[in-house]
């Protein structure tokens, strides 16, 4: 296994407020790691800030190049996107025309197309429909289409379940089983903690900006601290 992703003393400042700070994070080729923390933890900043739509300091290296300081669209087109908290689609468009925005400035747009259609029936059949219209969890399937539509090696998905319904989560979650197991590596900000844990390879907790914990996703299930500070309401 090699390491794709390798986040060193990352910090966000928002004009004095300290979004994150001195944070590390590493994902390997083919594994899903999940990004635990309640409310304002900094789990979004540090996203934004790994695909360069937010100034940071410290060290981000991607395929052991440095991403640091380099502008989003390069870092997407290095095969790093983001899949954003509120999925952000264009409402009025459709959900054909969201996906081909996301993909103009890539080669083999029409058959990377073609395939995320024949992998998500639901937004074959709608394709034509404007995207403000779906279900939120067909919302967040074309959100995560969208972001495929770069054909990226790593995915930063923040919220994936966030307002769905669990039947929702689970739909998505199984499309998010079948691009791991094609290889796609995965870094998965949830607050629904049980569902990331049981799906990811390994975890890390955050905690005002900075990372409280470590370790694979079973360690932290079993830890004492995740369930009092994560699981409370679960137990
Ligand atoms: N643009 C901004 N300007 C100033 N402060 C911000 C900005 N964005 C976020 N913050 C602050 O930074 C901290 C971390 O926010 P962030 O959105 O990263 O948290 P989060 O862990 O994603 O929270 P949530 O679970 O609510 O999405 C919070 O205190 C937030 O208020
Ligand atoms: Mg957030």
């Known amino acids: 296994m090699s390491t794709l992703l390798d986040v060193t003393g990352l910090s966000v400042n928002y004009g004095g407020v300290q979004a994150v700070h001195d944070s590390s994070i590493r994902v390997e080729e083919g594994e899903a790691v999940a990004l635990l923390g ?24 991607f395929r052991s190049t440095s991403i640091s300081g380099v502008a989003c669209e390069r870092i997407v087109s290095q095969g790093l996107t983001l899949v954003p908290e509120g999925r952000r689609l264009f409402p009025q468009l459709t959900i054909h025309e969201n996906l ?27 394709r034509d429909q404007p995207a403000g219209t779906l279900s939120g969890g067909e919302q967040q399937q074309v959100a995560i289409a969208r972001a495929l539509m770069s054909q990226p090696d790593l995915l930063l998905i923040d919220e994936p379940s966030l ?23 995965m870094l998965i900000v949830e607050q629904e903690v049980i569902r990331v844990l049981n799906f990811a390879d390994r975890a890390y907790a ?26 409370g309401a679960e137990e």
Do not use: C
């Not at 409310?39 to 060290?59: F, M, V």
């Not at 081909?100 to 709608?126: D, F, G, N, V, W």
């Not at 955050?206 to 699981?231: P, Q």
């Open 206 to 231: 955050m905690a005002n900006g900075t990372i409280v914990m470590s370790g694979s996703a079973a360690e932290l299930r079993n830890s004492d601290d995740v369930k009092h500070f994560y699981l």
């Open 163 to 185: 307002g769905l319904a669990p039947t929702l989560v689970d739909r998505v979650y199984e499309l998010l089983a079948d691009l791991k197991a094609d290889g796609l590596s």
């Open 100 to 126: 081909m925005l996301a993909a103009r400035h890539r080669k083999a747009i029409q058959s990377t197309y073609e395939a995320l259609l024949a992998r998500l029936p639901i937004l074959a059949e709608r």
């Open 38 to 61: 309640p409310n304002g933890a900094g789990k979004s900043s540090t996203l934004r800030a790994i695909l360069g739509l937010i100034k940071s300091t410290g060290q981000v290296n």
